[in-house]
């Protein structure tokens, strides 16, 4: 989730704004690795953008493609929240996304570009792939899918906005889709529950206990499907992190946990998640995982 300006790969790297529902690292300013929800730190790598970048379905897969309403299925009623994690856009309004938003206990950028692998595929892509492919099995269990964005905004949204879209919905589960940039070597997924947060306009008392409920049938249904490991470099070792300066989890009313599927930056995480076959495996993972949340 690492956040990274996505230009011409000749050019330096440069300081982005923050990211909202996370992209290429998890990780807090103390524990020295960018997040969700700040910048990357200058002269980090550059991504170049790559056909298919701007949110489309990468590759033309099929997996990806956009579902039919849902219908009848043991997730009728249910209502699931997609959020996929910054916008292939993002890059061209660096001065809109670097705007400072509250969240509840800090005041961050509204959302940043995300990370990329060494080769271009941007992390945004990926989201918005693995998002589509998840919704689609989501569909067909019967479970209506809202999403944040699905390629079609200029920029954003908000990180703010990306929770209060959960919110409204009154979603009975929500997911932030991301990918990581920390350092090769760092390889494996995690998933980021909600910490106690009850300040400004955020309080997670009552979510936390129903996000945590969620984060450990996303983490055993994503092991099962994609035969990926927990990481071996960030939260328990179990892929379980806690936060507290993530704004699309500060400011949920709603169960909501963000999962990072990789580290992009790590050359054996980076084939999976430029396969589209293991992609579709992760989408299959995060649609059981929210099925077996919904379903107790």
Do not use: M, N, Y
């Given at each position: 989730m690492r956040t990274l300006l996505l230009v011409p790969a000749a050019v330096a790297a440069l300081c982005c704004a923050g990211c909202g529902t996370g992209a290429g690292g998890s990780g807090t300013?103390?524990?020295?690795?960018?997040?969700p929800d700040r910048p990357a730190a200058a002269g980090e790598h550059t991504a170049t953008a790559r056909p298919g970048d701007g949110g489309t379905d990468h590759e033309g897969d099929a997996g990806a493609e956009r579902a039919p309403a849902a219908g009848g299925g043991p997730l009728k009623g249910k209502v699931v929240v997609i959020d996929p994690g910054h916008n292939p856009a993002n890059r061209d309004h660096a001065k809109e996304?670097?705007?400072?938003?509250?969240?509840g206990n800090a005041r961050k950028e509204c959302d940043t570009t995300g990370t990329s692998t060494n080769d271009g595929y941007a992390?945004?892509?990926f989201t918005l792939d693995v998002a589509r492919r998840a919704r689609t099995l989501l569909q067909k269990e019967g479970a209506k899918v809202v999403f944040t964005q699905d390629g079609d905004r200029p920029y954003g949204p908000c990180v703010d906005e990306r929770?209060?879209?959960g919110n409204t919905a009154?979603?009975?589960a929500a997911l932030s889709i991301h990918a990581d940039g920390a350092a090769a070597g760092n390889r494996g997924f995690h998933v980021i529950r909600p910490g106690v947060v009850h300040s400004g306009g955020a309080d997670t008392r009552k979510i936390t206990g129903p996000s945590r409920d969620l984060a450990d049938h996303l983490v055993g249904r994503f092991v099962a499907a994609t035969g990926s490991a927990p990481a071996n470099y960030i939260g328990t070792g179990k892929g379980l992190d806690t936060r507290?300066?993530?704004?699309?989890l500060n400011l949920s009313?709603?169960?909501?946990?963000?999962l990072e599927c990789g580290n992009m930056r790590d050359a054996k995480?980076?084939?999976h998640l430029t396969d589209p076959a293991w992609r579709q495996k992760a989408a299959a993972g995060i649609a059981e995982g929210i099925t077996g949340f919904l379903r107790g």
């Open positions: 300013a103390s524990e020295g690795r960018p997040g996304i670097a705007r400072q938003v509250d969240v992390e945004a892509s929770a209060e879209i009154h979603a009975d507290t300066d993530l704004g699309g009313r709603v169960p909501k946990v963000f995480d980076a084939a």
